[in-house]
């Protein structure tokens, strides 16, 4: 696999910590401190729209869930609901926000505005920046996903008061 070395790291025989060093020392003689921020704006508009929709899907999917599956006592654990729903809206979050990773991704990596970088990747990719990634973001996504509703959930039912045990929802 080729690759450019924009910032001339030497990499052959080096460990990654001191790779990692080199990089944060070059990005900031080469662009001082909004170095580190370059694809801030992108970033917030990727994760705005993906972290809002993550969770209207989330309960959602919860809601259809509960609807159509035998969830509790008699049927199917609520964590493993869940984490399905948590799993579901991953993916469902990837596919309609892959778009704006795209972009955010190339805004980084590329060093271009935002609107420039969003014009050149349709001349280039055209439809082909709905699936550019997806299967590794979905992946991410799901992993992520999982991991942070199991660990939320879990919070959440140790932390209910003994008075409020028998109304929520296990």
């Known amino acids: 696999m080729s690759y450019v070395n924009q910032l001339g790291i030497q990499t052959e025989g080096r460990s ?5 060093k080199d990089i944060t020392v ?3 003689r080469k662009d001082g401190m909004k170095g580190y921020y370059r694809g ?3 970033a917030i508009c990727t994760y705005v ?3 809002a929709s993550w969770w209207t899907f989330y309960q959602l999917f919860q809601d259809v869930a509960g609807a159509l599956l035998p969830v509790g006592d008699e049927g199917i654990p609520n964590t493993v609901v869940q984490c399905g729903c948590a799993m579901s809206s991953g993916v469902t979050t990837s596919i309609m926000t892959n778009p704006l990773d795209l972009v955010k991704t190339r805004v980084q990596v590329q060093r271009r505005p935002f609107f420039e970088t969003a014009v050149r990747l349709w001349r280039q990719e055209r439809l082909r920046i709905f699936s550019k ?3 590794a973001r979905m992946t991410s996504s799901v992993i992520y ?6 660990g939320y959930e879990t919070v959440k039912k140790y932390s209910v008061l003994e008075e409020y ?4 929802l296990w």
Do not use: H
Request: proline content about 4%; cysteine-free.
């Open 145 to 150: 996903s999982v991991a942070i509703i199991f």
């Open 133 to 135: 990634g997806l299967t």
């Open 49 to 51: 729209p993906s972290s």
């Open 26 to 28: 070059a990005i900031y």
């Open 40 to 42: 801030y704006l992108a």
């Open 165 to 168: 045990k028998d109304k929520v």
């Open 16 to 20: 990654k910590g001191q790779i990692a």
